[in-house]
Nanobody, 119 residues
Framework: QVQLVESGGGLVQPGGSLRLSCAAS????????MGWYRQAPGQQRELVAV???????HYEDSLKGRFTISRDNVKNTVYLQMNSLKPEDTAVYYC?????????????WGQGTQVTVSS
């Protein structure tokens, strides 16, 4: 059974930092591209960052320089370091795992973790 369990969300003041973690089980972690997405109230889910199986990263343009995605293939965990947080970063953050085989259809989501940026 595939599980993606996010943690690290919470309430933080503007300008603060948080590090989200997503622990994966039930998959061959090193074969998956891992991503973070977010969804604010009334908004569509949007990409935050993705890291490939070999460590290549891609960020939503507006988040470059503030957010950093990384992975630990020993701990089967992907991280999202978020710095200089703004109220508009408030959202539920979701972890995603996508197998890097074209047409495999293996695409999994975590349950999400709430991040609230407010004074």
């Amino acid at each position: 059974q595939v599980q993606l369990v996010e943690s690290g969300g919470g309430l933080v003041q503007p300008g603060g930092s948080l590090r989200l973690s997503c622990a994966a089980s039930g998959i061959i972690f090193r074969a998956y591209s891992m991503g973070w997405y977010r969804q604010a109230p009334g908004q569509q889910r949007e990409l935050v960052a993705v890291i490939s199986s070999v460590g290549s990263t891609h960020y939503e343009d507006s988040l470059k320089g503030r957010f950093t995605i990384s992975r630990d293939n020993v701990k089967n965990t992907v991280y999202l370091q978020m710095n200089s947080l703004k109220p508009e970063d408030t959202a539920v953050y979701y972890c995603n795992a996508k197998l890097e085989i074209v047409g495999s259809g293996a695409d999994y989501w975590g349950q999400g973790t709430q991040v609230t940026v407010s004074s």
